[in-house]
T-cell receptor, first 112, second 113 residues
Framework: GESVGLHLPTLSVQEGDNSIINCAYS??????FIWYKQESGKGPQFIID?????DKRQGQRVTVLLNKTVKHLSLQIAATQPGDSAVYFC???????????FGSGTRLSIRP | EAQVTQNPRYLITVTGKKLTVTCSQN?????MSWYRQDPGLGLRQIYY???????DKGDVPEGYKVSRKEKRNFPLILESPSPNQTSLYFC????????????FGPGTRLTVL
C-alpha cells in the first residue's frame, strides 16, 4: 500500500555541520517528492521538490537526492544553522489526484 | 501580504457541539485543502477543493464537512465533534494543487472534551 516514512524520528546536528534527513517510500507512482519544514507553532513550509524522473536537485543550502532503485529520498542541509531547527516532512505528490501523502516527520535539533 | 488565515487558532469544545473552523486565502488560489496533524501520523488530508463548488474527500473525511461557495473561503465543519477529532488542523491553498504551490495556514488546535 501507499506509505511514506522516515528512518529516524529525531536528528541532532552540530551547528555548521551538514544535516542529512532520510525518507523511505513504498509507492512508485508518485510524480513528485517534496520536503516541507515545519517550525514550532507554524504550518508546513515548502522547501524543495524533485520530479520522479530526476536523481538530484539543488536549492539554496539544500539538496534533495532521489534513489528510485531503493525507494529512498534524502534532504541534505549544508552548514546547518540554528534557524534550521524544525520538523522536516517528506511527502509524495500525485498530480492526477492533487494528492499529497506526508511522512510522519523528523525533528532536527541543532547543537551550539 | 499573501497568506492563508485560519480562525480560531485554538478551540476547546465539548462532544456534540457543532463548530466551524474558517479558512481564507488572499492569493486567488483555485485549490484549497484541509489536513489534520496527529503525533506519529503526519498530516492527513480531510477534504480538498479544486475550485468553487467542487469538493472531494481526502483520506480521513469521516465526521467532517466542507463548503466552497467562494474562491477565497473553505470552512471546515464538524457537525458533532467527538474526542477523536482532537487534533491540529491545517488549511492550505495552491494554484492548482501542485506540489510546489501549496501554502499552509498557521494551524488550529482543537480539543474536544
Amino acid at each position: 500500500g501507499e506509505s511514506v516514512g522516515l528512518h529516524l524520528p529525531t536528528l541532532s546536528v552540530q551547528e555548521g555541520d551538514n544535516s542529512i534527513i532520510n525518507c523511505a517510500y513504498s509507492n512508485s507512482a508518485s510524480d513528485y517528492f517534496i520536503w516541507y519544514k515545519q517550525e514550532s507553532g507554524k504550518g508546513p513550509q515548502f522547501i524543495i521538490d524533485i520530479r520522479s524522473n530526476m536523481d538530484k536537485r539543488q536549492g539554496q543550502r539544500v539538496t534533495v537526492l532521489l534513489n528510485k532503485t531503493v525507494k529512498h529520498l534524502s534532504l541534505q542541509i549544508a552548514a546547518t544553522q540554528p534557524g534550521d531547527s524544525a520538523v522536516y516532512f517528506c511527502a509524495e505528490f500525485y498530480s492526477s489526484a492533487s494528492k499529497i501523502i506526508f511522512g510522519s516527520g523528523t525533528r532536527l535539533s541543532i547543537r551550539p | 501580504e499573501a497568506q492563508v488565515t485560519q480562525n480560531p487558532r485554538y478551540l476547546i469544545t465539548v462532544t456534540g457541539k457543532k463548530l466551524t473552523v474558517t479558512c481564507s486565502q488572499n492569493m486567488n488560489h483555485e485549490y484549497m485543502s484541509w489536513y489534520r496533524q496527529d503525533p506519529g501520523l503526519g498530516l492527513r488530508q480531510i477534504y480538498y477543493s479544486m475550485n468553487v463548488e467542487v469538493t472531494d474527500k481526502g483520506d480521513v473525511p469521516e465526521g467532517y464537512k466542507v463548503s466552497r461557495k467562494e474562491k477565497r473561503n473553505f470552512p471546515l465543519i464538524l457537525e458533532s465533534p467527538s474526542p477523536n477529532q482532537t487534533s491540529l488542523y491545517f488549511c492550505a491553498s495552491g494554484l492548482g494543487g501542485g506540489a510546489d504551490t501549496q501554502y499552509f495556514g498557521p494551524g488550529t488546535r482543537l480539543t474536544v472534551l
